[in-house]
Structure formats: structure tokens, C-alpha cells
């Protein structure tokens, strides 16, 4: 008897070569967009069958529903129904929508069909905005990476042991901040390194607070990248402006705790 494991293989193996075939037809063979069809369609119903063997394994409809939506977008785009901008995205967006189920049908358990059906959808709402010129161009990679980075915030938020999540989500979200600052003109020069020192500390500050006591070594390195980033930072032009405010800032709150102190 051929295991769930297995089954899945299979699956994902009748996906593949399905998608290799029509490839290499493509290459060698000038066949219709109609043959195309068929070809997907074969392959999805053949992981349709597949599926009604274990009807309890939903991760098996998700090859056969890739397979058949492909297949119908072929089939709509070579009857002239679907055309432009929209293409991409609804192709997206259907192929995005089997994970959405898998991953709303057990959240904890299946929180890895997040993280493909959310990129999917980002991806096509991007391609589709940027074919209205409704996102500028210098937002493109913060748009892209935050869409990246938002799943596996919701990974962490869902189940508080997935704190792994949150070293992805994080270096995505600072790395695409970076390009946008870097894009606008807002991070020159040492402001560059500066805010990457400043990125790669903040994590360990994180941890540090996180548990004061276990957990006093991340403040070394935490230090350390945080000492060099006020070096960078301190030849910038902005740091005229910030470091005195932030002086003022502090002191203010020291003087403020001196006076509500409890003796």
C-alpha cells in the first residue's frame, strides 16, 4: 500500500513533469495552446484520481488544482476572454487559492500553505497595480519583500514557538527598507552602513530583553554592531540633528524618573 507521503511525491512529481513536457513541446514542437490543454488537464485529473484514493488528504488536491487552473487559463486566454494585465495575477491568484484552503483548514498545522499562496498573491496584485501605474517603481522592492515577510509574521503570531519566523520576516523587512531609504535618497553615504549595523544589532537587543538573565551574551555582539553603526552614524548629516535630541530625549526621562522615583 503506497503511503500519504508517497502519494504527495507522486503528486508533486505528475506537476512537474507535466509543466516539462508542455515546456519541451514548446522548444521542439510548435503545438496549438488546445493540445496545451489537454496535456494539463490529463496531468490534473490523473492527480484528481490520485486524490480520491486518500480523500482525507487535502494536500493532494493542490497539484491537480494547479494542473486544471492552468489549464483553464489556457483555455480562456486562446478564447480571447482574458487578456493584459490581468493575466498574470488571475493566474496567481488561482493557483494561489489551494494553499489559502490547506492553510485555513488547520492553521497550526499547515501554516507552511501560507507562506506560497500570500507570495502568489502579492506577486499578482503588484503585476497588476504596476500595469495601472499605481505603484511607483521606487516601492517595488520594499512591496515585495515586506509581502514576503508578512507570512512569516503570521507563522510567529499563530504559534509563538515558530520564533524562527521571525529571523526571515525581519531580514526581509530591513533589507527592503533599506533599498526604499537607499531609492529615496533618505540613507546616504555612512547612513549605508550605519543602518546595517543598526539592523543586525536590534535582534539581539530583542533577545537580550527577551530574557535579562539567560540571556546577557547577545549583548556583546549586540554591542559591538551597535557601537560601529553610532561610528557610521555619527558622520552623517542627519546625526547633527538626531544625536542632540536624542540627548535631550534622555536626559529629560532621567530627570523625569528622578522626581517620580519612589524613595
Not at 501560507?114 to 501605474?133: A, C, D, K, R, T
Amino acid at each position: 500500500m503506497v503511503s500519504r507521503e508517497n502519494k504527495r511525491d507522486i503528486g508533486w512529481g505528475i506537476l512537474l513533469i507535466t509543466f516539462g513536457i508542455v515546456a519541451l513541446l514548446n522548444l521542439f514542437v510548435s503545438i496549438s495552446d488546445w493540445m496545451i490543454v489537454l496535456i494539463l488537464a490529463g496531468g490534473g485529473l490523473v492527480n484528481l484520481a490520485l486524490f480520491l484514493t486518500d480523500r482525507k488528504d487535502w494536500v493532494l488536491l493542490i497539484p491537480a488544482y494547479i494542473l486544471l487552473s492552468a489549464a483553464l487559463i489556457t483555455a480562456i486566454v486562446s478564447l480571447d476572454l482574458l487578456r493584459g494585465t490581468i493575466i498574470a495575477p488571475a493566474v496567481l491568484m488561482l493557483v494561489a487559492l489551494p494553499f489559502f484552503v490547506v492553510f485555513l483548514f488547520n492553521p497550526k498545522e499547515n501554516w507552511w500553505a501560507l507562506i506560497p499562496s500570500w507570495v502568489m498573491v502579492s506577486i499578482g496584485l503588484m503585476v497588476f497595480l504596476l500595469g495601472l501605474n499605481l505603484l511607483p517603481g521606487g516601492v517595488v522592492p520594499l512591496y515585495i519583500l515586506g509581502s514576503i515577510a508578512l507570512p512569516f509574521l503570521v507563522v510567529f503570531f499563530l504559534n509563538r514557538d515558530n520564533w524562527w519566523a521571525l529571523i526571515p520576516a525581519w531580514s526581509l523587512l530591513a533589507i527592503g527598507m533599506m533599498i526604499f531609504l537607499i531609492d529615496t535618497r533618505i540613507l546616504l553615504n555612512l547612513a549605508i552602513p550605519a543602518y546595517i549595523m543598526f539592523a543586525i544589532a536590534i535582534p539581539f537587543f530583542v533577545v537580550f530583553l527577551n530574557n535579562r538573565k539567560q540571556n546577557r551574551w547577545a549583548l556583546i555582539p549586540g554591542g559591538i554592531l551597535g557601537v560601529i553603526g553610532l561610528g557610521f552614524f555619527a558622520g552623517t548629516n542627519l546625526a547633527k540633528y538626531i544625536i542632540p535630541a536624542v540627548l535631550i530625549l534622555f536626559g529629560g526621562w532621567v530627570l523625569v524618573s528622578s522626581f517620580t522615583k519612589k524613595e
